[in-house]
Structure formats: C-alpha cells, structure tokens
C-alpha cells in the first residue's frame, strides 16, 4: 500500500506574485524554496520520509482573494502550470485545482476543466472569500453542484480570520503569540464554523454526492459532533440530523495534527475509513507524520487504509 499525503502545498510563481494585494502571512526565505520547489527537491523529502504520493495544493489563500477579473485566469494558468509538473513528475505528484471562487460559475467550469482534461482530483478552497464571507452561501453552490456531478471532493483549508474576529479574539495577544491568530487557533476556529455553517445551509440536501474534506484532524469537530448535536435539537431550532450529516458528508486528514489521542476519538466518532493521512508539507515536516502514524495504537488494515487505502478509493488514484 502506498503512503499517500493529500494536504502539500506549494506556490505557484504567478499567483504568488498577486500576494501583495492582499498582505499574506509573511514566510522566510527557506519555507518559499520548498513551496516553490515541484521537483527534485520536494522528491527528495518524500523519498526520505516514506511518502509515495503527495497530491498538491496552493497554499492560502491562492486566488480566493482576487478579484473574479483577475483570479479566472490566473487560476487557469496555474492549473496549467501544475499539470506541467505532475506528469514530469513520474507519478509522484497528483492536484487539486486553484478555483476562481469569485466568479462561482467560472470555479465550476475550471474544476471540470481541471478534473476532466488536466486528470486533478477535486479542489482545494481556503478560508473566506475576499469580502469576508464564508463559503456556504448559496452564490457559492455552483461550485459544489458541479463537485457532486463530477465525484470529486473539495478540499477546505484555512486561511485567515475576518478582521473584526481577528480584533475582538486574539489582537491583545497578537504581538507575543502570533501563532495564535493562524495554526494555533484562529484556523480551527475560522475553518470549524465553516463546516458547520456548510451542514447547516442544506447545500446537503441539494447535492447530496458532495464530498468534503477538512484537515487538522477535522479542526477539532469531530471531538464536538455529538455536543453540537445534542444542542440543535433544543426546542426552538430547525430540525438537522447535524451529527449524521457530518459523518456522511465529510472526510479528515492528519495534516499538521499528530496526535495519538486525537486520532483515535476521531476513528472513534467517524470511523478509520474517514480519515486520511496527510502533513501539511512544507509548513509541517514530513518525517513526523510518518513516523507517529507507525506507530499509533491502530489495526494493519486501519492504518493501511488511514496511509493511502482511503485517499485512493476517494479520489480515484
């Protein structure tokens, strides 16, 4: 069985160039190398880690900021470009496509477009869109209707907070933690309600093949499903089989998140054939994850299926 790793990142060099629109997290010189890096040298880190297969995604916040003028075809270009460099890469590389969310009609063509002439395997959105809003509102659904159609998941990946949560959560803590704003919480939190907000707007009920996947260990909802549950069947709130839906609708990944007792209350809650090995290479290094998953407490055929078996029945590897 392969080891397969399907939350790696990478820059691409004309996306990139639009950052500065939108003043991303700043990255030290090193951490660019790797990200723009879809050769040898990323080869390289697999190869020494145990990892067969990375499928790759823009890292945030890729064209979710542009505008839809712009963002349509830098997005295009992108996925070209990627494509160039999966099939120079000798089976060790797969994708998921850059969408232009701004224009949502145009995301779901270029998503068919990627899946069905450039061979990629669903999309990667990340975090808010440029106006600060959330990704379930129904402008947004042509993006899942044509995701559903085509069998392939989209991937929902971080990015960061609106500003005013930014300012009423974390800014008195910003300047000593600034971890705190991103991976050490303002992720989780950014990218939890989004999927809740996904159950939610019943884009369910009206795509009901839509298959989403959320890294981090799930970002932390697996561990509240049956509270969140429990509390929207109060009297006084819409009926939603929540706790249901999540687990029918959803795939984890270990990215960034390797925790043995994590782990095993999500195989507990959703079941070892929802879940998904991945690092979240370059930002996390690949050694880690593959050493804790050899050693986690888990069955042979869980394991298998958590390190490749599962990410390949999904997305068709």
Not at 20 to 43: C, N, T, V
Not at 158 to 178: G, I, N, R, S
Not at 239 to 256: A, K, L, N, Q, V
Request: charged share 25%; net charge neutral; aromatic share 10%.
């Amino acid at each position: 069985m392969k080891t397969i790793a399907l939350e790696e990142h990478y820059y691409d060099p004309e996306v990139v160039k639009h950052f500065a629109q939108f003043g991303p997290e700043m990255r030290s010189p090193a951490l660019q190398e790797k990200l723009l890096d879809l050769g040898a040298g990323r080869i390289k880190a697999m190869d020494e880690a145990g990892i067969d297969v990375q499928v790759l995604s823009h890292g945030a916040p890729a064209t979710q900021k542009l505008d839809a003028l712009t963002a349509v075809p830098v997005a295009k270009k992108a996925n070209d470009f990627l494509k160039q460099k999966i099939d120079s890469s000798g089976g060790r590389l797969e994708a998921f496509a850059v969408l232009p969310s701004a224009d949502p009609k145009a995301a779901a063509d270029e998503l068919e477009r990627a899946v069905t002439k450039l061979g990629f395997k669903g999309a990667m959105l990340h975090g808010l869109d440029k106006d600060g809003r959330f990704l379930d509102l129904k402008e947004f659904w042509p993006i899942y209707e044509r995701a559903a159609k085509l069998d392939v998941p989209i991937y929902m990946h971080p990015a960061v907070p609106h500003k005013a949560v930014v300012d009423a959560y974390y800014k008195d803590y910003l300047e000593q933690f600034p971890g705190l704003l991103t991976a050490a919480w303002g992720f989780t939190v950014e990218t939890a309600t989004q999927g809740i907000r996904l159950v939610l707007s019943g884009v369910f009920d009206k795509h009901p093949g839509l298959k989403i996947i959320l890294g981090h260990l799930g970002e932390g909802l697996p561990f509240s499903l049956w509270r969140i549950d429990m509390a929207l069947q109060r009297p006084g709130n819409a009926r939603t089989p929540f706790r249901d839906t999540f687990r029918e609708h959803f795939w984890i990944t270990t990215s960034g998140n390797f925790s043995t007792p994590a782990l095993l209350c999500c195989v507990m809650e959703m079941g070892a054939d929802r879940i998904m090995f991945s690092v979240d290479y370059p930002f996390v290094p690949n050694p880690p994850g593959v050493k804790w998953m050899a050693d986690v407490p888990l069955s042979p055929t869980d394991r298998a299926n958590i390190l490749g078996g599962t990410a390949k029945k999904l997305l068709r590897l």
